[in-house]
């Protein structure tokens, strides 16, 4: 017996072409959520019909009669087959009227029909507001949402093993961060409660290899939970199976790395010219004796008189231009005379404007690093990671920019994912190792700012940890997402544009990073001021101790 999925396909390509009584677009080569289903089993291309909303689906049905034979075809070709979205539709039969679906707060038990809309082919499609009934108040009705703790988005704390269910889900408690600011403050407005589930494994959500769907992206879409949130990364797969709010935040992925370290101070003298400078200066210092012997016996050559040989031959000697060429540079040299001969006098002038240019930038850069503590280069970049010498990791997200990083073309990007370590999932990104310059951490640039902020900075905002603030690749919009066609979204979109325009957002977010640091301080944590002092500044204590140790000797 052949698969049902294969059936339904001999059964489109066996239809011919022929115009939609409904919306007059030709008959699908493929079942997709873009379909409708009309009288004789057809399968026809549908049309967006709102035009604020380009990702909802909805499925119109028609009849001639009550057999089940369409039903059963939308239930295996729509509902079940395209394992990737729910599209909810509903037919009557007898009467033939179409019935619109969709969730609210009143349907305790899931979707059920709401109020019927007449319509048939040869009217207008009814307008957006009745499709989505606009309403402000859910009368205490409970929400259910999938997220996962990832601060400062979500911040919880896992109960006991003895409290835990036996559901699938890992439960907390605690709940904080700037989403549930946001939620808590949505709540209020619109008078509903809520119910957090986690997913077990830790995953926000991907496709895999056989389609199905995973994480709470997963939760979503099969209806376990009305709407997902915390740092749920808004990508192209994702809008084709959930609909997304108005984006409310952005986060991308960035190195974090020890912070620069001071450089020894004897390194002074080499640091005001860079090594490509250096080698240019060695190479001038052992060019420019040659060209001015050849210059001098090419002329002497050319007169061969017994007066030239003696204006030159402190030009033709190895030892003598050797010199005068290194004592020029040093600014010391012999009093040598300058012949009459212009190439050389051309010469001379020309390596002494060079000398010129090369000690005064050399001498002023010297007493800058002289003066001031020099540091090393901040990491920032995949190649500065190269550079640096350290072993690096990530936490496997199972997000986008891991996708890219694998398939990606670039020589720097392939060496950086062969060489990948992957690290366990925290709800903080883990910088301990980047703190003790063992390893470098990737991650999104918000959890490690939360991972600083609790338990690797001071009091007066200095960090430990060096967190780059260049994107690997693209900075991802964070958005909330709802199950396909859930007409809350558009109560939430409001919700969010006005929280937005009144700062709240940019508020939450700050607010919950300072409370990381302040939770931190409360424990008894932080850094103590020993940890400051560098290496920099030893030799000067070891003499302050030491002086003040004779001094306390030769006390009467």
């Known amino acids: 017996m052949a698969p049902i999925g294969d059936s339904i396909l001999q059964k489109q390509r066996d239809i011919g072409k022929e115009t939609c009584p409904v919306f007059g677009a030709s008959v699908s080569p493929n079942i997709t959520y873009d379909t409708i289903l009309i009288p004789d089993n057809k399968v026809y291309v549908r049309k967006n019909i709102l035009s604020f909303e380009k990702r909802h689906r909805i499925i119109f049905i028609w009849v001639q009669n009550s057999t089940a034979k369409a039903l059963s075809l939308l239930t295996f070709s729509v509902m079940n087959y395209c394992d990737e979205k729910y599209d909810f539709g509903l037919l009557h039969p007898e009467s033939r009227q179409l019935f619109f679906l969709f969730f609210h707060f009143q349907l305790v038990k899931g979707p059920q029909i709401s109020r019927p809309q007449m319509w048939v082919p040869k009217e207008p499609i009814p307008q957006d507001f009745l499709l989505f009934p606009s309403f402000d108040n859910f009368h205490g009705f409970e929400i259910h949402i999938g997220a996962i703790p990832y601060s400062p988005y979500i911040t919880a704390e896992a109960l006991d093993e003895d409290h835990q269910s036996k559901s699938d889900y890992v439960l907390f408690k605690d709940y904080s961060g700037f989403e549930i600011d946001m939620l808590n403050t949505a709540a209020h407005i619109h008078n509903f409660t809520y119910q957090i589930q986690n997913e077990p494994n830790g995953f926000w959500g991907s496709v895999g290899t056989n389609g199905k769907w995973s994480g709470v992206i997963a939760m979503a879409q099969r209806g376990q939970v009305d709407m997902v949130m915390s740092t749920i990364l808004q990508t192209y797969p994702r809008q084709l199976v959930l609909d997304m709010t108005t984006t409310f935040w952005y986060d991308y992925l960035v190195p974090a790395s020890p912070i620069p370290t001071l450089v020894p101070q004897y390194l002074a003298i080499i640091y005001p010219f860079s090594l490509h400078l250096w080698i240019f200066i060695l190479l001038s210092l052992a060019i420019v004796p040659v060209v001015f012997i050849l210059a001098a016996r090419f002329e002497y050559f050319i007169f061969k008189s017994p007066q030239i040989y003696k204006k030159m031959r402190n030009w033709i000697s190895v030892r003598r231009s050797c010199w005068f060429t290194y004592g020029t540079f040093i600014g010391e040299n012999e009093d040598t005379e300058i012949p009459t001969s212009s190439a050389v006098i051309w010469l001379c002038g020309s390596w002494f404007i060079f000398c010129l240019i090369i000690t005064a930038g050399y001498s002023s850069k010297l007493k800058s690093f002289l003066t001031n503590p020099i540091f090393s280069k901040s990491i920032n970049t995949i190649e500065d990671v190269l550079e640096s010498g350290l072993p690096w990791g990530m936490v496997n997200y199972d997000e986008l920019e891991q996708q890219m990083i694998e398939k990606s073309n670039d020589s720097n990007i392939k060496k950086i994912w062969k060489d990948m370590e992957f690290l366990p999932f925290n709800a903080l ?91 931190y301080l409360n424990k008894g944590g932080g850094f103590t001021g020993c940890i400051l002092c560098s290496t920099h500044f030893l030799p000067y204590i070891y003499i302050g101790i030491t002086v003040g140790t004779l001094i306390k000797k030769n006390d009467p």
């Open 429 to 519: 990104p883990d910088v301990e190792s980047a703190f003790q310059s063992k390893r470098i951490v990737f991650a999104y640039r918000m959890g490690l700012q939360a991972s600083v902020q609790s338990g690797y900075s001071t009091q007066d905002g200095f960090s430990f940890v060096h967190i780059s603030e260049e994107s690997i690749f693209m900075k991802n919009p964070v958005a909330w997402n709802f199950n396909a066609n859930n007409p809350w979204k558009f109560i939430f979109d409001n919700h969010i544009n006005k929280c937005i325009r009144a700062g709240l957002v940019d508020f939450w977010a700050k607010k919950s990073l300072d409370q990381l640091k302040i939770d």
